[in-house]
């Protein structure tokens, strides 16, 4: 089986000391591609940079996280388009809404939210979401602009059935995360996966951060590693009735052509 991560943010300094080791661990386990993640404009060029090394295995995002929407602005638009620009970028994001830190203020991450999501209209790419209790802004924002996107996912839902059958009323795609692992945090999800469209269907580590509750051999320091994704996929198997060969070939097959490897 070869598995996509969607979602892993590998220039973070949690894996600074073993970077090529953790790609290395995963590969072994079959996680041949993966999406890392850009999270503000520093961390988008790291990205991008770490995944012009091997562009058959990496596709990296450009964007900034509603954590850091205080730090939006022209600037930041213009090297942000620049970043864009680059072969390896697959999509923009990670841009959202946060109400659950309110790192950075509503109306920045509103603002900032619509600005990157009026990029990607004018570059033909897709998006890479997050959100956090603040659905209702989420969808009216995304919205405006959904029916210029190529295609959208929202990265690491943690939503209920009701939430889920509004972003697939936008045709949005859904990324899945150890949080299914955890019988208490990830009831909601648990419940629901069964009802995304194969079709929408994606999974991801979101590693660092993240890690399956129940993962068997967890680390001392709590690290997520994108090597735990097979684990993901066999609770999503289990929970969706459906042979871990056929999850693995679909939201490959999803993840390959939306992240334009």
Known sequence: MELVDIGVNLTHSRFAKDRDAVVTRAAAVGVTHMVLTGTNIAESQAAATYAAHNPQMFRSTAGVHPHH??????????????????????????TGLDYNRDFSPRPAQRS?????????????????????DAEDDFLAILND??????KAVLHCF????????????M????????????????QALRECVSAIPLAQLMIETDAPFLIPKDYPKKSKTGRNEPAYLPHILQH?????????????????ANSIEFFRF
């Open 112 to 132: 900032a939210f619509a600005a990157q999501l009026e990029l990607a209209v004018e570059l033909g790419y897709s998006v890479f979401l997050h959100q956090r």
């Open 158 to 169: 943690t939503g209920n059935r009701a939430f889920l059958e509004r972003c697939l009323e």
């Open 236 to 252: 999503v198997s289990a929970l969706r009735d459906e042979s871990l060969e056929m999850i693995a070939r679909v939201t490959h």
């Open 171 to 186: 045709d949005l795609s859904i990324g899945v995360t150890g949080w299914l692992c955890d019988d208490r945090r990830g």
């Open 145 to 150: 602009y959904r029916a210029q996107l190529p």
């Open 69 to 94: 929407a205080s730090e939006w602005g022209e600037p930041a638009l213009a090297q942000l388009r620049e970043i864009a620009a680059l072969p390896v970028v697959g999509a923009i994001g990670e």
